[in-house]
DNA sequence: AATAAAAGTGAGTAATCACTCGCTAACTGT
DNA sequence: ACAGTTAGCGAGTGATTACTCACTTTTATT
């Protein structure tokens, strides 16, 4: 398990290592940093933890992150991107509106199953950013910015492409959106966060919760 | 603004102040201590700026509550039975069994609007809630027993009858619960915490939601 | 090989924190 | 009116914190 844990920790850092231009203890101080403050919180972790646990002196965080909140920051605001990255993705609309899928509920499926992936491999990071959100504006504003700006409008060109097909009732997307957003992510906070440990047969719960948003939306 | 909060704040201190042994002193600290800390969180309020604003000694917050934790867990403790109050009173099943209420939409729509209600009045105590709930074990122990042993449990007693009046589709209860939950919790989020100053048309949103729910659960 | 720049170190520091303690003031029961 | 208990005070304390800085080591450049 712990070897396990260990890539994983690994591979969640190199995707915050777009550039390659980290060095090997700078590695070593975001992997200890997302390990720890995603099971203590931030304001529980100190920066002599981080260290320590990072085999690196204090110094060296200090050398690379001038405060410890530009360490959080670093490590919480790709996680946004990558939440939203289907929406930023030129793809995304064309893949909705090409031939991919013939009906809604087959897109919504192979949205959902992507997102439920993303999710399974990124636990930690989605942690420390549900914990820290309410207290740090400055992620928040950076959240708010990207759907009002990216996801919402993508998810409209959609829902208004399946409208036009017939797939889907003939509500106004806000409503639609605020409907079936909280299904789904209520749907992986409960699998992955409140009862991780559970046994889960993830396809059928994927499959039912699709059916109760399209009950809701579809025609 | 400022009036109608303090009168909030002081209708919220009196709901701990059940047995009426409090001093003045010591419902301003706790006065005091959900209006800092539901702003700021646990980790950034000190000791020492609640009994500022509190305007009264420190030592006098350690006389009352051993540690600072202790005063945490007597502002968060009791809201778990309030949350959860409708499921503890034996009124609840009995009501959901009798003739005030022929359907169970019905039901649902009293139940959303009175959780709604208490939600509206209490946002700053369920916002302490939400936050320090992922760091605080002993509070999320409150908050599974509750759930598993009074609420689910009368959740699965009207579902039950409701499914045998016919109003419910032959779902297993679990199913129901992780569906329905989410669409009543993800309104309330929104509505009071993400976009609490959006305009809102309550009456309208809260049809909606349960709409939504009666599509996906309902015959 | 020489030089400059960047990365890494860890003892040191000022500030802040939760909490204590010896004291006084206010209340309570007789 | 008195004694005993509880409430309130606030200067003081030890521990911890994020962060600094003078110094060494490693890496990159020519």
Not at 25 to 36: D, G, N, R, S, Y
Not at 51 to 79: M, S, W
Request: hydrophobic share 40%.
């Amino acid at each position: 398990m712990s070897d396990s844990n260990e890539e994983m920790f690994k591979q969640l850092v190199e995707t915050l290592n777009q550039d390659n231009t980290m060095t090997q203890k700078q590695l070593q101080i975001l992997e200890a940093a997302i390990k720890i403050i995603s099971e203590k919180g931030y304001y529980n972790t100190s920066t002599s933890e981080i260290a320590k646990q990072a085999g690196v002196a204090e110094g060296t965080i200090f050398r690379h992150y001038r405060t410890k909140k530009d360490l959080l920051v670093a490590i919480v605001t790709p996680v946004v991107t990558n939440i939203s990255a289907p929406f930023f993705a030129e793809q995304f609309v064309d893949q909705a509106f090409s031939k991919s899928y013939q009906t809604f509920e087959e897109f919504l499926y192979a949205f959902v199953e992507n997102r439920f992936e993303f999710v399974k491999t990124n636990v930690p990071l989605l942690k420390i950013v549900l914990q820290e959100l309410s207290f740090h504006p400055e992620i928040q504003a950076a959240y708010k910015r990207a759907f009002t700006e990216k996801v919402h409008p993508a998810m409209c060109e959609v829902l208004n492409h399946y409208k036009k097909r017939g797939d889907l009732k003939d509500i106004p997307n806000q409503t639609m959106i605020r409907m079936a957003v909280p299904s789904i992510i209520g749907f992986l906070i409960t699998r992955f966060i409140i009862q991780p440990n559970a046994e889960w047969n993830d396809e059928q719960e994927i499959k039912q919760t699709i059916d109760y948003i399209m009950n809701g939306i579809g025609k």
